[in-house]
């Protein structure tokens, strides 16, 4: 048989135990720190998205210099790193953030312009067809949203002035 030889017997009780001990102890541990890490993720992920929305109904028009000063300064730190010497760990790492920094960064301000145009678009599409009480109430709305559930309920409550007026309002942009 198989199994008569000693070492074959010690290898396969070994793989059963460690298998076991996987199976009970380490697979739990892994899918709580995976949850653990999702959940993180997706807070972080919801947090942002909201401040875009709130910036959004702020309206503040600084997205152009800001985006042009932010690749100005990538451009330069890639340029003077290329440059000078060979790239270690830390300027990997360092460029990386500064990229992904960039990149957020701009698709944020991006964020931004796009809802306060989507809802500027709308508004002015409604607003002659709703009363003036109407229409600052929304404007209220809108300046006060501070996540994207009021965001939607805004867009919500404009579709249905919008269908009880019988007035087609462009799609959203976001």
Same mark, same amino acid.
Request: glycine content about 4%.
């Given at each position: 048989?198989?199994?008569?030889?000693?070492?074959?017997?010690?290898?396969?009780? %070994?793989?059963?135990? %460690?298998?076991?001990?996987?199976?009970?102890?380490?697979?739990?541990?892994? /899918?709580?720190?995976?949850?653990?890490?999702?959940?993180?993720?997706? =807070?972080?992920?919801?947090? =942002?998205?909201?401040?875009?929305? /709130? *910036? #959004?109904?702020?309206? !503040?028009?600084?997205?152009?210099? @800001?985006?042009?000063?932010?690749? @100005?300064?990538?451009?330069?730190?890639?340029?003077?790193?290329?440059?000078?010497?060979?790239? *270690?760990?830390?300027?990997?790492?360092?460029?990386?953030?500064?990229? %992904?920094?960039?990149? %957020? +960064?701009? #698709?944020?301000?991006? +964020?931004?312009?796009?809802?306060? +145009?989507?809802?500027?678009?709308?508004? #002015?599409?409604? =607003?002659? /067809?709703?009363?003036?009480?109407?229409?600052?109430?929304?404007? #209220? !709305?809108?300046?006060?949203?501070?996540?994207?559930?009021?965001?939607?309920?805004?867009?919500?409550?404009?579709?249905?002035? =919008?269908?009880?007026?019988?007035?087609?309002?462009?799609?959203?942009?976001?």
């Amino acid at each position: 048989m198989i199994l008569k030889d000693p070492n074959l017997r010690v290898g396969v009780i %070994a793989s059963v135990v %460690a298998s076991i001990i996987v199976i009970i102890f380490v697979q739990p541990l892994l /899918h709580l720190a995976w949850l653990g890490i999702t959940t993180l993720i997706g =807070a972080i992920s919801t947090s =942002a998205l909201n401040i875009v929305y /709130h *910036d #959004a109904a702020l309206e !503040e028009t600084e997205a152009v210099p @800001l985006t042009i000063l932010l690749f @100005l300064l990538i451009f330069f730190a890639v340029s003077f790193l290329f440059r000078s010497r060979r790239l *270690d760990k830390i300027d990997v790492i360092m460029l990386t953030f500064l990229f %992904a920094t960039g990149i %957020a +960064g701009t #698709a944020g301000m991006y +964020g931004k312009t796009e809802i306060a +145009g989507s809802y500027r678009q709308r508004i #002015a599409v409604l =607003a002659p /067809h709703i009363t003036d009480q109407e229409r600052k109430v929304l404007e #209220a !709305e809108w300046k006060t949203i501070t996540t994207r559930v009021d965001y939607q309920r805004l867009v919500a409550k404009m579709e249905a002035l =919008a269908a009880t007026n019988s007035v087609v309002l462009p799609k959203l942009r976001p």
